[in-house]
């Protein structure tokens, strides 16, 4: 194997920046926020400030990406963001209050 030197891996890097699209780093970003949101959720103890930052960031993003995208992907974001609404206003209910009284 050849040991790559910086200025060959500053090189590929500026390649790939070249090729990137903003489009492409917000869909990696919405997903990376989902994700997030739903770990976050699914915790012992469900930190819901930070679900309910996330479910913001992807109102304001999904937005951004309607007319940069497949239909199916949008779908999918629009359904994610709703899913997590859902899950939220569960979570934050007085009825899933876990502590013991």
């Known amino acids: 194997m050849t040991e790559v030197s ?3 891996l500053a090189a ?9 699209q903003v489009a492409d780093v917000l869909v990696h970003a919405v997903t990376t926020v989902a994700s997030l949101a739903y770990r976050r959720l ?9 679900v309910r930052l996330a479910i913001e ?3 304001a993003l999904v ?3 309607e007319q940069q995208v497949p239909d199916e ?6 359904q ?7 899950a939220y206003a569960a979570a934050a209910s007085p009825a899933a209050d876990r502590r013991p009284r």
Request: no cysteine; hydrophobic share 45%.
């Open 12 to 20: 590929q890097i500026e390649a790939e920046l070249e090729r990137l």
């Open 42 to 50: 699914g915790a012992e103890q469900p930190d819901l400030a930070q």
């Open 63 to 65: 937005p951004l990406l």
């Open 80 to 86: 994610a963001i709703s899913n997590l609404q859902l």
């Open 6 to 8: 910086q200025a060959e």
């Open 57 to 59: 960031a992807l109102k």
């Open 73 to 78: 992907l949008r779908r999918d974001f629009r």
